[in-house]
Nanobody, 127 residues
Framework: EVQLVESGGGLVQTEGSLRLSCAAS????????ISWFRQAPGKEREWVSC???????GYADSVADRFTISRDNAKNTAYLQMNSLKAEDTAVYSC?????????????????????WGRGTQVTVSS
């Protein structure tokens, strides 16, 4: 059974930090890029960051200087380190797996190309 399971969300104050994890099972992890998306109440899901199977990374402008994505292929896990959190970062964060066929960052934002999705973890930033 294919699974992506997020963890590490919670309630944090402004300027605080959280580290999200995305644990994968049931598929060949290193054949996929992993992205993080987020969805705030009343808003569309937006792409946050992606890491390719060989470690190339990309970020949305809103998080580029505050978030860091990484992965450990030996553990089949991806991470999102979030620092200097703001109230506008409040959302449900989900990870998703994109086949390595889509090797260019032009594809990273296209949700329809992703094969697998996790259910998400809530991040709430209080001011």
């Amino acid at each position: 059974e294919v699974q992506l399971v997020e963890s590490g969300g919670g309630l944090v104050q402004t300027e605080g930090s959280l580290r999200l994890s995305c644990a994968a099972s049931g598929f060949r992890f290193d054949d996929y890029a992993i992205s993080w998306f987020r969805q705030a109440p009343g808003k569309e899901r937006e792409w946050v960051s992606c890491i390719s199977s060989d470690g190339w990374t990309g970020y949305a402008d809103s998080v580029a200087d505050r978030f860091t994505i990484s992965r450990d292929n030996a553990k089949n896990t991806a991470y999102l380190q979030m620092n200097s959190l703001k109230a506008e970062d409040t959302a449900v964060y989900s990870c998703a797996a994109l086949p390595r066929t889509y090797f260019s960052d032009l594809f990273w934002r296209q949700r329809s190309l992703y094969d697998y999705w996790g259910r998400g973890t809530q991040v709430t930033v209080s001011s």
